[in-house]
């Protein structure tokens, strides 16, 4: 009997990612912001996925693969000075 590592998840519910190429199908582009909004387990050997929302366009829901899709970086700068 083979042994399954159980995988991690590597994106929660409703994280902000952005899109790490472009998927002209729904003409979005390579840094476009969604929110993930369902997690798709998949078998060991093949890729997880993820439906977004929250693109410029309304009603709609893409699915992707986790590859295609990273964490949006937040900067966080100092006030600035009032002098």
Do not use: W
Not at 59 to 74: F, G, L, N, P
């Amino acid at each position: 009997m083979s042994k399954r590592l159980k995988k991690t998840i590597k994106f929660n519910l409703f994280t902000q990612v952005v899109l790490r190429e472009d998927i002209p199908k729904y003409d979005l582009k390579k840094g476009d912001v969604a929110t993930i909004v369902e997690h798709y387990p998949m078998p060991e050997d093949q890729e997880e996925g993820y439906s977004l929302e929250g693109f410029n366009v309304e009603t709609i829901t893409v699915e992707v693969a986790e590859s295609k899709i990273e964490r949006v970086k937040i900067f966080c700068f100092p006030p600035l000075s009032n002098n």
